[in-house]
């Protein structure tokens, strides 16, 4: 399994950064590999939508999962249509992980925020 997580910091012990597209860090997490990949998001302050960018750079790293806490329509509709599944989650990233181990995480089924130009005006 390998998982996409949206984290403020570089490390299992960081925090889920709380928007999937404007998040300080990726974290890629290859059970498989028993690896951890952590790199900066670098779109994040970009003023345009960015869920059309972000996706497609994170659904090519072949994760079959994303733990986020909210995450908008272009990202999800790229996730789902490469047969992502997006789990919601708040908190430490390793209880996260343990959470979505065990079976207690909520699969998302739509994009928790409307599109960005609406997200912005409600910030």
Not at 52 to 66: F, M, N, S
Request: positive net charge; proline residues 4%; contains cysteine.
């Amino acid at each position: 399994m390998k998982i996409a997580i949206s984290a403020t910091g570089r490390g299992l012990d960081s925090r889920l950064d709380e928007k999937f597209e404007r998040c300080k860090f990726f974290l890629i997490l290859d059970f498989d590999k028993n690896s951890l990949l952590a790199f900066e998001n670098k779109a994040k302050d970009h003023p345009r939508e960015i869920g059309g960018t972000i996706g497609p750079l994170i659904a090519k790293e072949g994760i079959d999962t994303v733990i986020t806490s909210d995450i908008g329509p272009s990202a999800f509709n790229i996730f789902k249509q490469n047969g992502i599944r997006i789990y919601q989650a708040e908190g430490i990233i390793e209880e996260a992980v343990r959470f979505l181990k065990e079976g207690k995480l909520k699969e998302l089924t739509k994009p928790t925020v409307p599109r960005y130009s609406d997200w912005k005006k409600n910030q």
